[in-house]
């Protein structure tokens, strides 16, 4: 059974950093596909990034060039840079892992989720 926990998120001012963490525990994390999910109040969970075992990524449209990821497989940790937050960047932020290598830009290839962690951005 693996087990995320998200930390880093907070409020921020539009145009600031935050850098979200995702520890994994319970499983071979090199061999898990990680990414990112976020829900805003009153909209549909929408995917934000993914990075795979072999550590290919991609981005959505409304973050690419503004959010990276990356993984520590020493640590059993996948980050999410962000930088130069937006109002609309406001959601609750999800970790999820699949075990392989998979697309993984739809919340229904994963089989594990983290609680969640709060990013408010203030404009």
């Known amino acids: 059974q693996v087990q995320l926990v998200e930390s880093g998120g907070g409020l921020v001012q539009a145009g600031g950093s935050l850098r979200l963490s995702c520890a994994a525990s319970?499983?071979?994390?090199?061999?898990?596909?990680m990414a990112w999910f976020r829900q805003a109040p009153g909209k549909e969970r929408e995917f934000v990034t993914v990075?795979?075992?072999?550590?290919?990524?991609r981005y959505a449209d409304s973050v690419k060039g503004r959010f990276t990821i990356f993984r520590d497989n020493v640590k059993n940790t996948v980050y999410l840079q962000m930088n130069n937050l937006k109002p609309e960047d406001t959601a609750v932020y999800y970790c999820?892992?699949?075990?392989?290598?998979?697309?993984?830009?739809?919340?229904?290839?994963?089989?594990?989720w983290g609680q969640g962690t709060q990013v408010t951005v203030s404009s």
């Open positions: 999820a892992s699949k075990y392989g290598e998979v697309v993984g830009t739809e919340g229904r290839q994963y089989d594990y």
């Open positions: 319970g499983g071979t994390f090199s061999s898990y596909t």
């Open positions: 990075i795979r075992p072999s550590r290919t990524t």
